[in-house]
């Protein structure tokens, strides 16, 4: 089992709409989570972190955390082409491990 | 947030070569920084991690004769890929930990693409 997660996609949207990333990880004494976005030859950009149970919310982003189920989210409302990346989830304990990265399309 | 950078941005050598990378935290200290490469369609991979005054800590896999990684100030760490093959073209990204910032948060930089011949 990998340690952290996603959905492969490609996930695709209209504009406007809400776009659900999922990610599980399996190391349970994992402390910190974060959401990462990533242009097409470009670095990861930092998005959202999140350390504690429940919804942390940043203007159209909200991440979800359940470390019961070990599985945290991130939602994108009201998407727009330029949301257009990958994401990667990381979780951090000893150190820091990322998901394979979704690929998210909004469709204008 | 906190600003990192690295240099080049894009180097081609010809096999056999070695060819430094550089990577700068500019606004901040960072006690550690982090190497990681990436090929086309893939994940970020781990390569190694490295602490200011000490040695690099490699992850299973990752040469370190092969990738020396020098972390000599506060705010400097340098990779050195040593006699590159064309197998080692790939995306390189460094992150530095900002503890003052937030806790276990990595700062990316913009990442160097190496091209070997």
């Known amino acids: 089992q990998k340690e952290v997660e996603q959905n492969s996609g490609p996930l695709s949207v209209p504009e406007g709409a809400i776009a659900s990333l999922n990610c599980t990880y399996s190391d349970r004494v994992s402390q910190s989570f974060f959401w990462y976005r990533q242009y097409s030859g470009k670095s990861p950009e930092l998005i959202m972190s999140i350390y504690s149970n429940g919804d942390k919310e940043d203007g159209r982003f909200t991440a979800q955390l359940n470390k019961a189920s070990q599985y945290v989210s991130l939602l994108i409302r009201d998407s727009q082409p330029s949301d257009s990346a990958t994401y990667l989830c990381a979780v951090t304990g000893n150190d820091m491990r990322f998901g394979a990265g979704t690929r998210l399309t909004v469709k204008p | 947030g906190a600003v990192v950078s690295q240099h080049p941005s894009r180097v081609i050598c010809k096999s056999g070569t070695s060819v430094k990378i550089e990577c700068r935290s500019l606004?901040?200290?960072?006690?550690?920084m982090f190497w990681y490469r990436q090929f086309p369609k893939q994940s970020l991979m781990l390569m190694a991690t490295s602490n200011e005054g000490s040695k690099a800590t490699y992850e299973q896999g990752v040469e370190k004769d092969k990738f020396l990684i020098n972390h000599a100030s506060l705010t400097l760490s340098t990779l050195t890929v040593t006699s590159a093959h064309p197998e080692d073209s790939s995306f390189y990204i460094c992150?530095?930990?900002?503890?003052?910032?937030?806790?276990?948060?990595?700062?990316f930089g913009p990442g160097t693409r190496l091209t070997v011949l």
């Open positions: 992150s530095a930990l900002d503890r003052g910032f937030s806790y276990n948060e990595q700062f």
């Open positions: 606004d901040f200290q960072a006690t550690t």
